[in-house]
């Protein structure tokens, strides 16, 4: 008999999985308070690194049931989610996402929903970027001078500092900057 658990993510510490659980009892899910895994971990680290994550495969087996409310609960980069999903599958567990109308992403429907997602996000940035480059391009064309501005006030005062003597964590220290800064800034001008 197929066992349903509950994989509930958020991404800090001052956000709540409680809104994920309760949708799932709202779309009728009576999942056990012990296959419950709740954890706090950014969207970007991979569904395999994520210690919550890997206790939750520990207790699942083959034919087993995982509930997630979003795509982005398994992870931001889509193919990570898809590896994830696809790992699962592999060892007969299926993958549910209520945002997609409960949709087992392990059955042939749910693969292509997923690869269309997929299409559709990388489309999305691929216009992005595309719309970026546009923009610098004409920005560029109008003469505006992009990147950061010339740091020349930095680079003055510790040129000034310099050629007293000073060593390079005392012009830190004296103008409240990283060693860093003044390392950068060290040469310039010399």
């Not at 991404?11 to 308070?33: I, M």
């Not at 969207?43 to 509930?67: C, H, N, P, T, Y």
């Not at 970026?132 to 005062?157: H, I, S, V």
């Amino acid at each position: 008999m197929s066992r349903v658990f509950l994989y509930a993510r958020v991404s800090t510490a001052n956000q709540f999985t409680e809104n994920q659980l309760q949708e799932v009892k709202a779309a009728g899910f009576d999942v056990q308070p012990s296959r419950v895994v709740e954890e706090t971990v950014s969207g970007s680290v991979a569904a395999k690194e994520r210690a919550g994550f890997q206790k939750l495969l520990e207790r699942m087996e083959s034919s087993d049931v995982l509930i997630v409310t979003k795509l982005d609960r398994l992870g931001r980069n889509a193919m990570d989610v898809r590896s994830t999903v696809e790992h699962l599958a592999g060892i007969g567990i299926r993958v549910h996402c209520l945002a997609l109308g409960g949709v087992d992403l392990t059955s042939p429907a749910g693969k292509m929903t997923m690869q269309v997602l997929g299409a559709v996000a990388e489309f999305e940035r691929d216009l992005l970027i595309e719309r970026t480059q546009a923009g610098l391009r004409r920005a560029k064309a109008e003469g505006k001078k992009l990147g950061r501005p010339a740091a020349n006030d930095t680079t003055e005062a510790v040129q000034r500092l310099k050629a007293k003597d000073m060593t390079q964590a005392s012009v830190a220290a004296e103008l409240g900057i990283g060693i860093a800064t003044v390392k950068r800034h060290w040469n310039k001008w010399a």
